[in-house]
Nanobody, 120 residues
Framework: VQLQASGGGLVPAGGSLRLSCATS????????MAWFRQAPGKEREFVAT???????SNYADSVKGRYTIARDGPNAVYLQMNSLKSEDTALYYC???????????????WGQGTLVTVSS
């Protein structure tokens, strides 16, 4: 299966963006879809995750209340990002796994990333 992330771009601080991640195959109820991000010079960090079947979600403290992860049809997931800050600037990756986890090592399929730049 392949994951294709899209929707990144340049946005002013306080603005919003919606990222989408489409999969080439079906997403099953046991799957967990997640978003991670990597800022220049920093390690990849967890952003949000969602169990497909239950839609149970979890967020990093840094984005809680501003970001929302949700289904975008049967084969895609989106990340709605509001009240963006300059520190949200990063390459955002979508990923799929089977564990409801905040660790990148628990996810086995990754997309190519989409760049989000927030200007201050």
């Amino acid at each position: 299966v392949q994951l294709q992330a899209s929707g990144g771009g340049l946005v002013p601080a306080g603005g919003s963006l919606r990222l989408s991640c489409a999969t080439s195959g079906r997403i099953y109820s046991s799957h967990v879809m997640a978003w991670f991000r990597q800022a220049p010079g920093k390690e990849r960090e967890f952003v949000a995750t969602m169990r497909w079947g239950t839609q149970r979600s979890n967020y990093a403290d840094s984005v809680k209340g501003r970001y929302t992860i949700a289904r975008d049809g049967p084969n895609a997931v989106y990340l709605q990002m509001n009240s963006l800050k300059s520190e949200d600037t990063a390459l955002y990756y979508c990923t799929r796994g089977l564990q409801f986890s905040t660790y990148a090592r628990d996810y086995d399929t990754w997309g190519q990333g989409t760049l989000v730049t927030v200007s201050s």
